[in-house]
Each structure stands twice: as C-alpha cells, then as structure tokens.
C-alpha cells in the first residue's frame, strides 16, 4: 500500500482561534476552550485534525474531545474566575495565580510521590526508572517525555503543563542499566513516556540497543508504550527513520526478545484510516507484537459497542487486547471518570461481543498504590451486593489473584472510595491498620465525594503505566 508521506504540524492553544475547522463553533465555545486551556495541556496535529476528528459531529465526537479541551473539564466557579481574567485581559501573574490555584486543587500528585517505587544503587537514586513489581521495571527516557498529542484524560498532565517537580526522567549518567545489570530478577522493561515514539530511531536505539547485549540475558521482553500508533501512525511507515525503527524492532526479535508495541487506542476510529493499518502491519512484520490499553472514559468510549467494536478490529489486524484501565482520579477526572459499577458493565457487555480471541483483554483494571486491581464483577452473597475484587499485580506475590470484597457502591470511582464488605476493617493487603490512617492525604479518590467509612484506604494512584 502506498501512503504519501505527511509533515507532522503541532497545533497548540495559540491556535484555537487560526485553525479553520474551529470557526463553525461559536467564539464562546472558543474562548471556552483557551480558558481550559490555560490549566490542562493542549496539544494536536495536523493527522488528528485533519483526518480522525469527525468535524461534523463536534463537539460530541470522541476523537475531539479525547484532544480537545472541554468547557466540562474546569468546575464551574473555577471555570468563571479564570474566563473573567482572561476576558478581561488581567496582567499575567494574576492569570498564572488562578491557574496555579486550580491546578493546585485538582489532585496534581505532590512531588514527592513521583519518587515513589525509583530503586537504588549503593544509596543513591536511579534517575527515570521505577521498579515496582518484581519482574518488571519501567523506564522513562528523558528524550520521551511528550507526545504526539494530548489527551484531554492524561494523568501526566502537570508533567506537560510544566508544573515544577513532576518531570520524571533518565539523565545522562544511565545508570539505569547499571541497575537492569545487576538486577536478573527484571524479566520485562518497558519503556514509556511520555511517549517513547517521540524520540528518534537512533535515540530510542540507545535505550534498547544496549539491553540486547552480554549482561542482560535476564531481560526477556521490551514493551514499548505509545499511542504513536493511533496519534502519528506515520512514524512507523514514511517518516524519514521510519524503516530504521523497523530495523530496530527486527534486531530486538532476532536477538530471541519479545518486543511488545503497548499500544494506547482510546476508540476504534483511531484504527480506521489506511495509514493507521499499515503501521500495525508494518511494526507487525518486524515480529514485535501490538498489544493493546486503554482506559474507560466518560464522553469518549464508556460505550461497550465502542468497546467490542475496538477489540474485534484490533484482533483482526493481529493486536492483542490487554487492558481495559479505570481512569486515575487526577485532572479532569470529575468529568472524565466512570464509576466501578458501571465501568465493569461496559466490559461486560463488550466481552459478551467477542470471541476468545479478543477476551485476552482484562479489565476494568485500577493501576493503584498496592497493585493492579481488577474489578471482577459484581455479585451478592448472603443479601449483601458486594464488589469482588483481587489483584493482577502486586507488591506482594501471595496477594495476586486472591478475591476480596468491598461493600458495593455504585459511585464509586476509584479504589479508594471502596470499603470493606462483611464488616471486616481492612483489605487483605493491608497489613497494617496504622498504615491504612497515616499519610496518603494526597490521595485522589475522594476529592469531590464523601467518603462511606472513617477508614481511608492507602491507595495512591500515582503508579505509572503507558
Ligand atoms: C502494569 C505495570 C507493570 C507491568 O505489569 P504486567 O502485569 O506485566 O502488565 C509494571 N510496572 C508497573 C508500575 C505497572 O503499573
Ligand atoms: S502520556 Fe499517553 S495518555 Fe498522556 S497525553 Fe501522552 S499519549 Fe495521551
């Protein structure tokens, strides 16, 4: 198939008033969006713009609203304030001021939890790697720390809004393969970002290449996680480098590693253009796999058509589902979340849909501060509706997969919101009751709703995964 090759172009919020397709709206939807803008990130390019956005149907359309940002996004006293001051023309600190009030408002994660989970060697911290789970450590390259586009739910956001303190990212020492050396415990590396198909063919080489070589026999498999795939599929097909990502990609396979291409689609539009199809074959001739993530998002994809119809596409075009995430309760996440309940009924629903070829795709799945908790459904036991719940991955070997239940509640978004059933005080993996009342304020969860039980579960959010 032949795809002409296309210049990336960057639109940001200097542009909400210049690009053609957003003069149809009216100025307040305009003006609306660069209010929004001045708290959430915004990034799009010309491919999103041009040829995933489905212009007729804005402002509903789900490609539009997962890049574009959304009046809804801002509550509304925050919302008046800073369209006042920027109507107004207000001098900028006072502007910066609101915005860094609201910002500061919306659960950014404080600093110090970006350190969480980054190991050491003889004391000192290893920059831009984070190794939570035995078997696998995650990388952020310091080349890879943005993305094609934003996405309006992005939990990284006071990272690309340039917030202090939330940079996250390998330096020039790379003592991170230092540590992935002398660590053979670490089966799987998976390099994320921001998004790591940002960076060059040669400068992602550098991240990759070595762990091929004599010192990492240990390391199994290489994930990658991007949305490039979905954002700027071009990287794999006409960009300038694009055959030598390719080329790289055939190197990881023929030096006998399992190279995984997690791909973040958020609908199955994004698989829809030819050029989007002849990525996915085209990294796919490599040998890598194309394993597919996701989260549930309100007003984009909390659908379970949209759902079936995403997975059966990506099996088709030999992707693997993976996840199905729950959103983090950061951000927007007022506007965007899904509850539990309803989350698990939209998986349900689209798993119905499927043949078992497709149901490799688990979910929903909290990324959160003990581990990767799946909400296996719901369910009732002696009268009482419970959550039941258990653990894909965890700090703790023994707590994976074990069932355990939460009182059911249908507005409850995130872990922390659940609370026991059975009128038992602590999940199983909490240990320690002391543990479950210290600290942890910055938690999400409950920023906007009141909490059932005086017991406050020790579940931060702030866990990366790509
Ligand atoms: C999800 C995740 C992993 C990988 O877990 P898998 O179960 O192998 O997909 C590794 N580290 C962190 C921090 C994660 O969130
Ligand atoms: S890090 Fe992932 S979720 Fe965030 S903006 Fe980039 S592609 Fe979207």
């Known amino acids: 198939m032949s795809i002409l090759p296309r210049r990336m172009r960057f639109y940001s919020a200097r542009d909400i008033e210049r690009l053609p397709q957003l003069q149809s709206l009216t100025p307040d939807d305009r003006l609306a969006m660069r209010v929004v803008a001045h708290v959430f990130p915004f990034r799009v390019n010309n491919y999103v713009v041009e040829d995933l956005i489905d212009w007729g149907n804005v402002p509903d359309d789900p490609l539009f609203r997962l890049t574009f940002p959304q009046r809804g996004m801002l509550d509304p006293l925050d919302f008046e304030r800073l369209s006042e001051a920027v109507q107004s023309e207000a001098p900028a600190e006072e502007v910066a001021a609101i915005v860094g009030g609201i910002r500061f408002g919306l659960n950014p994660h404080p600093a110090g939890q970006m350190q969480e989970n980054v190991p050491s060697i003889h004391g000192d911290p290893v920059p831009g790697l984070q190794h ?68 060059s063919a040669a400068r992602l080489a550098e991240y990759v290449e070595p762990l091929l070589g004599a010192g990492f026999e240990h390391i199994q498999s290489i994930r990658i996680g991007t949305k490039s795939v979905a954002y700027w599929p071009y990287r794999f097909v006409s960009d300038g480098d694009a055959d030598d990502v390719l080329r790289l990609f055939e190197r990881v396979v023929a030096a006998d590693k399992h190279l995984a291409l997690m791909a973040h689609y958020s609908h199955w539009r994004e698989l829809s253009t030819p050029v989007a199809r002849e990525a996915i074959r085209r990294i796919r001739s490599t040998g890598a796999e194309v394993r597919t993530q996701g989260p ?171």
């Open 132 to 199: 939570k789970y035995r078997d696998s450590v995650l990388i952020f390259p310091s080349h890879g720390q943005t993305c094609h586009a934003y996405c309006t739910y992005c939990f990284r956001w006071p990272q690309f809004a340039g917030m202090d303190g939330f940079k996250f990212a390998t330096d020039k020492t790379r003592c991170f393969l230092t540590y992935l050396r002398e660590h053979d415990e670490v089966t799987d590396v998976l390099i994320t970002g921001g998004d790591p198909m940002i960076m």
């Open 296 to 466: 549930i998002v309100r007003h984009i994809n909390d659908d379970p058509g949209v759902w079936a119809r995403m997975w059966k596409e990506q099996v088709r075009l030999g992707c693997i589902p993976y996840y199905m995430f729950v959103e983090r309760n950061t951000g927007a996440n007022h506007y965007f979340s899904v509850p539990l309940y309803r989350a698990w009924r939209v998986y349900r629903g689209a798993w119905q849909r499927l043949s078992g070829l497709g149901r490799t795709a688990r979910g929903p799945v909290m990324s959160a501060y003990p581990g990767k908790v799946l909400v296996e459904g719901v369910a009732e036991v002696h009268g009482e509706r419970v959550f039941v719940l258990s653990m894909i991955q965890s700090r703790l070997a023994d707590q994976v997969r074990r069932p355990f239940f939460a009182r059911f509640d249908p507005d409850a978004v995130w872990l922390t919101d659940l609370v026991p059933a059975f009128g038992k005080d602590r999940f199983p993996f909490e240990r320690e009751v002391e543990y479950r009342f210290t600290a942890h304020r910055h938690d999400g969860g409950s920023r906007s709703r009141k909490r059932r039980s005086p017991a406050r579960v020790s579940t931060r959010q702030q866990d990366e995964d790509a």
